[in-house]
Every structure is written in C-alpha cells, then in structure tokens.
C-alpha cells in the first residue's frame, strides 16, 4: 500500500507531514478543503507566519506552533504547507 503526499511544491513549500522530527519551518499556507479543518487550524494558530517544529510523527503529527503544542491527523498536516528553515 502507498501514499502520495507533497514532499515539495515547485515554490519550495513542503507539507507539515513530510518533514521530519526535528525539522522546522514557517507556515506559508493552509490548503485545507473541509472548511471546518480549516476554521480550527486558524483557531489554533496555524497559520501563515507561524513558526512550527515537528517533535513526533507516529501515531500522529505532534508539532510545536509558536509555543503551543499541537497534535494532528496526517491528512490535517498534509493540509499545511511549510518553508522549511535552511
């Protein structure tokens, strides 16, 4: 069985869920379709200028947003589009 996930836009952006424990990055965008998901990542403070690092990757994404812990399903993260920090 595979996925198909963003690793990479052709601006560079990368989804939440294909960075590693231990990346970081600033939200650029949220992508997410079901307006709902959208309206409670923007709650949260997920969005763009935010600073994020991802901590965990299993059994979901556990990220730091600015200095709130957050913990997601991965098609919540793949929604989430990253400019990684060089």
């Given at each position: ?10 601006d560079g952006l990368r ?72």
């Open positions: 069985m595979s996925s198909v996930r963003l690793v990479c836009s052709s989804s939440l869920s294909s960075l590693a424990a231990g990346e970081s990055g600033v939200v650029r965008s949220v992508c997410a379709k079901n307006r709902g998901r959208f309206e409670r990542l923007v709650a949260l403070g997920v969005t763009p200028g935010a600073s994020v690092r991802v901590l965990q990757m299993f059994p979901g994404v556990v990220f730091l947003c600015d200095q709130t812990e957050l913990a997601v399903e991965r098609a919540v993260a793949d929604a989430v589009l990253v400019e990684c920090a060089s």
